[in-house]
Nanobody, 123 residues
Framework: VQLQASGGGLVQAGASLRLSCAAS????????MGWFRQAVGKEREFVAT????????YFADSVKGRFTISRDNAKNTVYLQMNSLRPEDTAVYYC?????????????????WGQGTQVTVSS
């Protein structure tokens, strides 16, 4: 599966952004989808994940209550709605797909990665 992330940008603290990740292929609903981020000089970290049906989601503590993840299997797209953005949310955001059948916060569980989209939050 090929992934294309979009929706990043430069915003002020407290603003919102919605990231999208469009996937190729006809079996999108079979994939667990995740969002990760990587700030300059830091390791890539887990942000959120969603099951194939969309019924199960899980978030990093740092974004819980501010970010939501959703998917539209008819459109082969997963979304990350980011509210109340903070400067520490600044990073390149990556979407990823896993065919392991269970949600995971580990980067090693995801075999397919998009190219990343930059999110910059100014104070």
């Amino acid at each position: 599966v090929q992934l294309q992330a979009s929706g990043g940008g430069l915003v002020q603290a407290g603003a919102s952004l919605r990231l999208s990740c469009a996937a190729s292929g006809r079996t999108f609903s079979a994939y667990i989808m995740g969002w990760f981020r990587q700030a300059v000089g830091k390791e890539r970290e887990f942000v959120a994940t969603i099951s194939g049906s969309g019924e199960t989601t899980y978030f990093a503590d740092s974004v819980k209550g501010r970010f939501t993840i959703s998917r539209d299997n008819a459109k082969n797209t997963v979304y990350l709605q980011m509210n109340s953005l903070r400067p520490e949310d600044t990073a390149v955001y990556y979407c990823a797909a896993s065919n392991r059948g269970f949600i995971s916060t580990r980067t090693s569980a995801y075999a397919y990665w998009g190219q990343g989209t930059q999110v910059t939050v100014s104070s």
